[in-house]
């Protein structure tokens, strides 16, 4: 039985806006929630409870890595699948999974060992229960994503950090420390997968046909390297950072390198990686459509990660003061110092994107092994001036990593650097006007304050908002204009059909 999705023309481009508006609706819910659970549980719980679940979860993460051998792309990026590679693909996953369990469960005291902290391996070995749930809500999200329905799996995001809100603060309310953000990743798993075979209407089998398999395991497996690379550039850091410095440290680096990235993901990752990939891959054979709708995303993306990176980066010190206490001030630095690395990673998710959805993967793998290492050897360098070296070492390793990427995408479009360059110029202009208005308001406020207040950061994100949008309105650039007239006229439209 062939298990496909038609969509040409325009209502591929519906599809995609109808799909990122979910998502965007989705990510919206998610990034609030999600802030106001970190900024609860920094007033309950200590840096120590963050750096053990962290020391925890890079091992975690890292046999998840493991179980996901990237066959759910392979079947959104494959034009026609049948029955068959759904449940070979699920069977697949299932004996890893299982696998990797018992494996983790096996050798978690050798992780406690190793930070010398034998309660991160007690955490471990009951975080890799969730690794149970996998197959099931993998593969229902993938058939999801591949029929462009994103509502559901907006849907089962927002439940899943619900769940997980509640559940942490619960448990972290009652004292349990660092069980409270175990119990919380528990809850929040079971229910995300049941939403999401509920909603895909899928039933689990447990078919399995060699053939099927190989069809997916050739673009998977890069995908597999890909993401097991991409894993380890994000925490060879946290790894170098727990062993030199312990628990405590480790939390403060984790609260300042978790700001940075979650930012990204509301705005690129989770976006790159459902809508766009699905996209990407229905036009992979027409290079003029792919490189605009690749610039497309680019103009937009800067609009608004270039105003929030620029933002964050002079307000660090208040937001981190105002939202989690003054015990987490040692992560302000090294957050500043992420956010140029927030803006760089905006380029290589979406980059990245595009070039997986045209099948080229295995030199991107290269390029993410050589950068690696580089990482490596850098974050250990850089640990000698403690976590701002290190943050300092990731910004650095995220900008070659970028620049070699973002140049085999041009060579594989043949778009060129001014094209690329040029409709991002209006949002740069006015983020540095941004930046130096906040910047100019803040020092002639400081006579008058005290510290970090939150009227006196709701005061510089408003004088940001308002020179930002005013630099754009007076520079009025082509691009953004024909881009907001479009906006409003999918606004338009998606109104007059909800008012019908």
């Known amino acids: 039985m062939s298990v496909h999705t038609n ?36 007033r309950l719980l200590e840096p120590e409870d963050f750096g053990t679940y962290g020391m925890a979860l890079i091992f975690a993460g890292l046999a998840s890595r493991f179980g996901d051998v990237g066959f759910g792309l392979a079947l959104i990026q494959r034009k026609e699948i049948q029955s068959e590679h759904v449940s070979s693909c699920f069977v697949a996953s299932v004996l890893l999974f299982v696998t990797l369990t018992v494996v983790t469960i096996s050798v978690s005291p050798l992780v406690g060992l190793f930070f010398e902290n034998p309660l991160a391996g007690r955490v471990l070995s009951i975080l890799s229960l969730t690794f149970l749930a996998s197959p099931f809500s993998s593969v229902a999200r993938v058939l999801l994503q591949r029929q462009m329905d994103f509502r559901g799996v907006a849907t089962a995001n927002i439940v ?11 448990f972290a309310w009652q004292g349990q420390g660092v069980w409270s953000l175990v119990y919380g990743q528990l809850a929040g798993t079971l229910l995300r997968t049941l939403v999401l075979l509920t909603w895909a209407g899928w039933k689990p089998n447990l078919r399995f046909r060699l053939q099927a398999f190989r069809d997916l395991f050739s673009f998977g497996f890069n995908i597999f390297l890909k993401n097991l690379l991409i894993y380890g550039s994000d925490k060879v850091d946290y790894l170098i950072t727990g062993k030199q410095f312990g628990p405590g440290v480790l939390g403060m680096y984790e609260k300042a390198f978790n700001l940075m990235d979650i930012t990204v993901k509301e705005m690129s990752a989770k976006i790159g990686s459902g809508v766009l990939f699905s996209a990407f891959s229905k036009i992979q054979e027409d290079q003029t459509r792919l490189r605009a709708a690749y610039m497309k995303i680019i103009l937009t993306l800067s609009l608004v990660c270039f105003p929030v990176f620029s933002g964050l980066f002079v307000v660090a010190p208040s937001v981190i003061y105002v939202c989690f206490g003054e015990k987490w001030l040692p992560s302000a630095v090294p957050l500043q110092i992420l956010c140029i690395a927030g803006i760089l990673r ?53 900008g070659v990593l970028a620049v070699s990427i973002t140049s085999y995408f041009f060579m594989l479009t ?78 338009k439209l998606m109104l007059c059909r909800t008012t019908q």
């Not at 995609?16 to 659970?37: D, E």
Request: overall charge neutral; aromatic content about 8%.
């Open 7 to 42: 969509t040409k023309g325009a209502s591929l481009s519906q599809a995609v806006k109808k799909g990122i508006a979910w998502n965007l609706s989705g990510r919206v819910v998610i990034f609030l929630i999600s802030l106001g659970t970190s900024i609860v549980l920094a």
């Open 160 to 170: 899943d950090h619900v769940a997980v809100a509640v559940t942490c603060i619960g």
């Open 346 to 398: 905006m380029y290589l998710q979406i980059t990245s994107t595009a070039i997986n959805a045209m099948g080229y993967v295995a030199t991107e793998v290269w390029m993410r092994g050589a950068a690696l290492l580089l990482l490596g050897v850098g974050c250990w360098i850089g640990s000698f001036w403690g976590i701002a070296g290190v943050s300092t070492a990731v910004t650095l390793t995220t």
């Open 414 to 491: 043949d778009l060129s650097i001014t094209e690329f360059v040029w409709p991002q110029i209006p949002a740069a202009v006015s983020s540095l006007v941004m930046t130096a208005t906040v910047l100019a308001y803040q020092r002639w406020l400081g006579g008058a304050t005290e510290g970090h207040s939150a009227v006196t950061l709701l005061c510089s994100v408003g004088v940001g908002v308002i020179s930002y949008v005013g630099t754009l309105l007076l520079l009025r650039p082509a691009s953004v204009m024909s881009l907001l007239s479009e906006l409003t006229a999918d606004l």
